[in-house]
């Protein structure tokens, strides 16, 4: 079960920030002057994100059939400690051209966005941990201790669903609070807010997934 919380509290965790979505949908929604314009975005936004997301989980499989789980655990490590502290010496944002952007187009500057982030990087400990503590075989079967495993399309499946779920349910909640009640003063500070709070959290995702 924690695992699963694991990934939903994560996914709650990127909703919240500015970064994966929910500032563009509100910047769009002030500038038709419309609420459905912050709803309609918030699709694309999420398809994105579980995109990038599910490629990353996916890489990760092809990595576990190849590379010994404690060795992928120390890359998984230096890889999150190292862009963790990229983005607090180079906290960048990839821009966008302009406002007038389509379903295809907020699509992929999501997926942009996300893996920009790291997002998909912050999962990987929780998938090592899984892999790495396989539970004794009880009557007809075995299950994975930890509830994920990267063996099971299905598993693999929902575990983006359960992420981006949360992603999109906070990211929801955050964009239409914030154009119904702040308004247009936020975007000029919400930017800030998270990056070195997202930096910092890349980083221990690294430690953890050594400790662990």
């Known amino acids: 079960m924690m695992p699963w919380l694991t990934l939903a509290l994560l996914g709650a ?3 919240v920030n500015p970064g994966m979505g929910w500032l563009f949908a ?3 929604g002030l500038q038709e002057k419309s ?8 699709v694309p936004i999420a398809l994105g994100h579980a995109a990038s997301i599910g490629l990353t989980v996916a890489l990760l499989g092809v990595g576990l059939a190849s590379v010994p789980a404690a060795a992928l655990r120390w890359l998984t490590a230096a890889a999150l400690v190292a862009f963790g502290v990229l983005k607090l010496v180079r906290p960048r944002h990839p821009r966008w051209v302009g406002m007038r952007v389509g379903f295809r187009d907020l699509t992929w500057w999501s997926f942009l966005m996300a893996t920009a982030h790291g ?3 912050m999962l990987i400990p929780v998938f090592l941990l899984g892999e790495g503590n396989p539970a004794p075989c009880h009557g007809g079967g075995c299950h994975n201790a930890a509830g994920l495993s990267l063996a099971s399309p299905l598993g693999y499946l929902a575990a983006v669903l359960v992420h981006t779920a949360a992603m999109m349910a906070a990211a929801a909640a955050v964009a239409f609070v914030v154009y119904h009640k702040l308004g247009v003063a936020i ?3 919400a930017w800030f807010n998270l990056d070195r709070a997202w ?3 890349l980083i221990v995702a690294g430690v953890i997934a050594v400790l662990l």
């Open 199 to 201: 930096a910092v959290a």
């Open 119 to 121: 997002a998909g990087l």
């Open 26 to 28: 509100v910047a769009l």
């Open 187 to 189: 975007l000029r500070t």
């Open 35 to 42: 609420s459905g314009a912050v709803r309609r975005a918030l």
């Open 13 to 15: 965790y990127h909703g």
